[in-house]
């Protein structure tokens, strides 16, 4: 995760598109990506900014409708339960542990834990970063991102829907009238923690980034095409359901079939998705969609070279597909990948 967050924050602060550590996976020759961004489902072309944005509304429309489900809106209110603060000086920071309280007649629990720099002044505004976990406490980030002067945030996923087929998640216990599913879920709750954000005068709410990795990644990346309030969405590794390709694929790599199987993780996506195994040439959308809408936002997906289970190819084919959208939005240096040499992981 260091090396993951180094990347990252050394491109907010360069501003400039990033090169490789590895040499990057080939991507098959296709033609473009389908279904083409740039063209409404009535096959009219989207020509100005002003197309785009109706052109946004469709594409949010189905991955709702045939990859996550649909997500309920903001809660109504959200307060602060149990608080505690330390300082843990071997990692310079000051940890606050929260309970945030979602909502008033249907009340969710979600713990999160705050980590501010030791050495700048408590009211200085800090950009964020923002990381889901399956439990709170990873420090292992925290001494760099402290340096840098970032403030970090991780949230406990597991609060609102537990990462198992079998497990009862309290929050779509909480709205039966959604069809969300696990990553949806998840990312819901990544939305939560601005809201509790935008509560705070010491983070700067234009400068709120999310990362992740793995599944988390998965998460990130829906998040931020979903929720503009993220100004930097930083997937790693996320491939299948991430940043990876349905579509363009090499090597041995996780496919819709094998993601979507009831005894894998098919609970993570709404089971729609898993009528297209096998079929995804039929799939009324891909992952560039997902890219296309953080746009013109800043979006970096950092892969391994040698991760073929993650679907690098895929990730590449699929930023390659979103990069007309930046174009189109004067930001084409927002749409970034960046490849190291090793394997799933964060090192």
Same mark, same amino acid.
């Given at each position: ?103 008033? &007649?249907?009340?969710? +629990? +979600? ?94 709410? &234009? ?48 496919? +819709? ?62 930023? &390659? ?27």
């Amino acid at each position: 995760m260091v090396r993951t967050i180094a990347v990252v924050l050394g491109w907010i602060l360069a501003s400039v598109a990033l090169t490789c550590d590895a040499e990057p996976p080939a991507t098959p020759k296709t033609d473009i990506l389908q279904p083409d961004l740039l063209t409404f489902r009535d096959g009219s072309r989207v020509a100005s900014r002003d197309d785009w944005l109706r052109r946004r509304t469709e594409l949010k429309s189905l991955i709702q409708e045939f990859e996550y489900g649909h997500l309920p809106p903001r809660p109504d209110n959200i307060a602060i339960g149990q608080q505690q603060r330390r300082t843990i000086a071997e990692v310079g920071a000051v940890e606050e542990r929260l309970t945030l309280l979602l909502g008033t &007649q249907t009340q969710l +629990l +979600l713990r999160i834990a705050v980590y501010r720099p030791t050495n700048v002044p408590a009211d200085r505004q800090l950009p964020v970063i923002i990381r889901e976990e399956h439990a709170l406490g990873h420090l292992e980030e925290v001494p760099l991102l402290m340096e840098r002067g970032y403030m970090f945030v991780e949230f406990a996923r597991e609060d609102l829907a537990p990462d198992s087929a079998d497990g009862r998640s309290i929050a779509r216990d909480a709205y039966p009238d959604y069809d969300w599913a696990t990553l949806a879920v998840w990312a819901w709750g990544a939305m939560r923690v601005v809201d509790y954000l935008e509560t705070r005068t010491d983070c700067d709410l &234009q400068r709120i980034g999310i990362v992740g990795h793995s599944r988390g990644g998965k998460m990130a990346l829906l998040a931020g095409a979903l929720d503009e309030r993220f100004t930097l969405v930083a997937p790693n590794g996320s491939g299948c359901g991430g940043a990876g390709c349905f579509r363009v694929s090499a090597g041995k790599v996780e496919t +819709l079939e094998l993601i979507t199987r009831p005894e894998r993780f098919g609970y993570w996506f709404h089971p729609r998705l898993r009528e297209f195994a096998d079929r995804e040439q039929e799939l009324p959308l891909d992952q560039h969609f997902l890219k296309a809408l953080v746009a013109p936002r800043r979006l970096i997906c950092t892969e391994a070279d040698d991760d073929a289970w993650a679907n690098p190819t895929g990730t590449r084919a699929t930023t &390659q597909a979103a990069q007309p959208v930046f174009d189109l939005l004067g930001v084409p240096e927002n749409n970034a990948i960046h490849f190291r040499p090793g394997q799933h992981d964060l090192t």
